[in-house]
């Protein structure tokens, strides 16, 4: 069976349209997300575009912060800082890259926990590693709703994950190990690929290498999940080799169309989240 994840995102951006008039009707006010863009990254500016578009079809205001690629380091702590102390700004997203002076790290620092809806801040990935609540990354948190949602049960699966970016592979490891998924995490320096993954009950790629996953490296059944957005010759394609896995997984999607919707559904999720938590 294919995954639809477009479809699965419409479903949720409906669910989270009544959540904000429930909000509106208990505060006044819609929840808010702030998105801070430090210069004119092309795609950057695709992204914020396509964010801030979601945010009003959902019915969160959305607040566009502009500053200067050659914008100071105090400044840019400064913008964030102000942000954060806006009692009406329940969400605070930076979109990354940022100019080569400025140290992401250094920036995101400032995003309170209880604001930050990438989940992204170091307390928020404690809180996911202890199996605390907190907010959780979009694209990973985006793939367990996914699996829930066809009734992929994690629990007793041996899951593989191939990536370990603190954005992906990382908290998606955590996510499958607090459902009762036995992990293995693979990378660039795991011996042999092939054989890990042919063990996978639920493989997960996210490894950003354009069809790194055969069809042989599928075990009969297995749940495959496609993080990858690369392009090969001009076309968008995933890690794994889709025509190939898709015959030998029980679930698999598709790219694009599989987990990339549901990224910008989990950031939309996670704002109200963040909302109805700072007022609950």
Do not use: W
């Amino acid at each position: 069976m294919i995954i639809d994840g477009r479809a699965v995102a419409a479903q949720i951006r409906a669910e989270l349209h009544a959540r904000t008039a429930r909000f509106f009707e208990n505060r006044g006010r819609n929840p808010s997300l702030a998105v801070v863009l430090i210069g004119s990254d092309p795609a950057s500016e695709l992204y914020i575009r396509n964010k801030i578009k979601a945010c009003a079809e959902v019915g969160i205001r959305s607040l566009d912060v502009r500053l200067p690629a050659d914008v100071s380091r105090e400044e840019a702590i400064a913008a964030v800082r102000r942000l954060a102390a806006d009692d009406e700004t329940d969400g605070i997203l930076v979109q990354l890259p940022l100019p080569p002076h400025l140290d992401p790290r250094e920036i995101l620092a400032e995003i309170p926990a209880e604001k930050d809806v990438d989940g992204f801040s170091e307390k928020n990935i404690g809180a996911l590693a202890l199996g605390q609540d907190g907010l959780v990354a979009c694209t990973p948190l985006g793939v367990m709703e996914l699996l829930k949602r066809y009734h992929i049960e994690p629990r007793g699966k041996h899951a593989v994950v191939i990536g370990r970016s603190n954005i992906v592979g990382k908290p998606m490891a955590m996510l499958l190990l607090n459902a009762d998924a036995t992990v293995t995490v693979c990378h660039s320096r795991t011996p042999d690929l092939k054989e890990e993954c042919r063990r996978a009950d639920i493989l997960i790629a996210a490894a950003g290498r354009a069809k790194l996953v055969t069809g042989d490296m599928v075990k009969e059944g297995a749940v495959v999940i496609d993080v990858g957005m690369n392009r090969e010759n001009g076309t968008l394609c995933g890690d794994v080799d889709f025509k190939e896995a898709e015959k030998k997984a029980s679930f698999i999607t598709p790219v694009p169309g599989g987990v990339g919707p549901m990224t910008v559904a989990m950031l939309l999720a996670n704002v109200c989240t963040a909302a109805e938590k700072r007022y609950k």
